[in-house]
Each structure stands twice: as C-alpha cells, then as structure tokens.
C-alpha cells in the first residue's frame, strides 16, 4: 500500500462550509463506484477460480487421476 504524501490530503477545514455537502457528496459516489468495482472484480474473480477448479479435475480426468471432489 503507497503512503499518501501529506501535502496531497485535503483537510476538511480547508473546504468552505458551503461547498462541503458537496465535497462530501461527491466522496459518498465514488466511495460508492468503488464499491461497486470491488464487488465486480470480487465475482469474477470466483468465477475464474471454479474455471480453474474445473479445468484441473478435467486434466486430472484425461490423465487418469482423481480430482478434488466438489463440495455440495
């Protein structure tokens, strides 16, 4: 994980009051586009993962050997 460089973080007391909601707002969307990223990135990542699962007790089935069992 980078360390963030000091000089780069915004404090809240630097914004005026009156464009705060708006910062704030704009945070809450990206938080929650990010997310939403995470959670796509999450379920393909499990779908690759059974691929993979498959394609090995495919190769262990055409070599001959036994593959891991599939949990119910």
Do not use: W, Y
Not at 25 to 42: A, S
Not at 46 to 59: F, G, N, Y
Not at 66 to 71: F, G, I, L, S
């Amino acid at each position: 994980m980078q360390k963030k460089d000091p000089s780069k973080i915004i404090q809240i007391d630097s914004i005026q009051e009156s464009d705060r909601s708006n910062f704030i707002q704009q945070l809450l969307n990206e938080n929650f586009r990010l997310r939403q990223i995470i959670d796509e990135v999450t379920n393909k990542l499990a779908i690759q993962q059974e691929l993979m699962q498959e394609l090995r007790d495919e190769i262990a089935t055409l070599k001959g050997l036994k593959h891991k069992p599939t949990p119910p």
